[in-house]
């Protein structure tokens, strides 16, 4: 008896799951234009940083980007972070409470490059800052280093303008080595307390060597250049 009660809870959990995965998906449908939205402001922002990286090369004869890659935040993505932070389920919810829906992730050689291309794109008078969070002057207690930019850039549709959100991370290749290592070990990952503890320290440890090894970088690319 109590078997089939837990079969039915089991399959009542599973229906309400797909239910609201069903909700999010439909929602994603009818939110084509938004979407369609914000991959345009990813490509206008990958296009500036393409462009300042081609000019540093010429001017400069030095590229401050390795790499550029974006992303559209995944439906179970949106809908886990409206749950957690307690926000409506809505396309408005989503415009207004969620801020990275679109990301750009710029790969940088330098600690220095990051902040002169953040600079450089914030002193751009299409572009506004909503939020900036420093993860490098001030890591994560776990060891994470980025610069994180909230901005707002136009894209220019047929008769309108509209104003969209994009998260920006800039990071060296050692923060980003540590970051895609981490997120792939355990970032949000549920473990035992004895595991969280050692493997803690652990990637500490692992993070600030990272961080030494791009300030010894710095300061070697400091000496040749003078
Ligand atoms: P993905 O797949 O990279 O998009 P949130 O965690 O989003 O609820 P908040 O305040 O909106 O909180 O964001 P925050 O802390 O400024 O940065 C969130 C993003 O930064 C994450 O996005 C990661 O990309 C990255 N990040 C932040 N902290 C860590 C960390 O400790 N380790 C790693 N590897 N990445 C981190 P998403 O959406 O979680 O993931």
């Given at each position: 008896m109590s078997e089939i009660k837990d079969i039915v809870k089991?399959?009542?959990?599973?229906?309400?799951?797909?239910?609201?995965k069903r909700?999010?998906?439909?929602?994603?449908n009818s939110s084509r234009e938004l979407m369609s939205a914000y991959r345009c402001a990813i490509?206008?922002?990958?296009?500036?940083?393409?462009?300042?990286?081609?000019?540093?090369?010429?001017?400069?004869?030095?590229?401050?980007?390795?790499?550029?890659?974006?992303?559209?935040?995944?439906?179970?993505?949106?809908?886990?972070?409206?749950?957690?932070?307690g926000y409506p389920i809505s396309l408005e919810s989503?415009?207004?409470?969620?801020?990275?829906?679109?990301?750009?992730?710029?790969?940088?050689?330098?600690?220095?490059?990051?902040?002169m291309l953040a600079d450089c794109l914030l002193a751009q008078d299409d572009i506004t800052l909503i939020e900036k969070k420093d993860y490098i002057k001030n890591p994560k207690p776990n060891g994470y280093r980025s610069l994180h930019l909230?901005?707002?850039?136009?894209?220019?549709l047929q008769n309108t303008?509209?104003?969209v959100k994009v998260e920006v991370q800039l990071r060296t290749i050692a923060m980003?080595?540590?970051?895609?290592?981490?997120?792939?070990?355990?970032y949000k990952?549920?473990?035992?307390?004895?595991?969280?503890?050692?493997?803690?320290?652990?990637?500490?440890?692992?993070?600030?060597?990272?961080s030494t090894l791009d300030t010894k970088m710095q300061n070697i690319r400091n000496i040749i250049e003078k």
């Amino acid at each position: 008896m109590s078997e089939i009660k837990d079969i039915v809870k089991k399959l009542e959990q599973i229906l309400t799951e797909t239910e609201s995965k069903r909700e999010v998906e439909d929602l994603f449908n009818s939110s084509r234009e938004l979407m369609s939205a914000y991959r345009c402001a990813i490509m206008e922002i990958e296009t500036k940083f393409n462009v300042l990286n081609d000019y540093f090369s010429l001017q400069h004869e030095r590229n401050p980007i390795e790499t550029i890659t974006s992303r559209l935040k995944s439906p179970e993505s949106i809908k886990e972070k409206l749950i957690r932070r307690g926000y409506p389920i809505s396309l408005e919810s989503i415009e207004n409470n969620l801020f990275d829906i679109a990301g750009v992730r710029v790969i940088c050689s330098f600690i220095d490059d990051i902040y002169m291309l953040a600079d450089c794109l914030l002193a751009q008078d299409d572009i506004t800052l909503i939020e900036k969070k420093d993860y490098i002057k001030n890591p994560k207690p776990n060891g994470y280093r980025s610069l994180h930019l909230i901005i707002e850039v136009p894209i220019f549709l047929q008769n309108t303008k509209k104003k969209v959100k994009v998260e920006v991370q800039l990071r060296t290749i050692a923060m980003e080595f540590w970051a895609k290592l981490e997120h792939r070990l355990r970032y949000k990952k549920h473990l035992d307390e004895k595991t969280i503890n050692y493997t803690s320290d652990e990637l500490l440890e692992c993070a600030n060597l990272c961080s030494t090894l791009d300030t010894k970088m710095q300061n070697i690319r400091n000496i040749i250049e003078k």
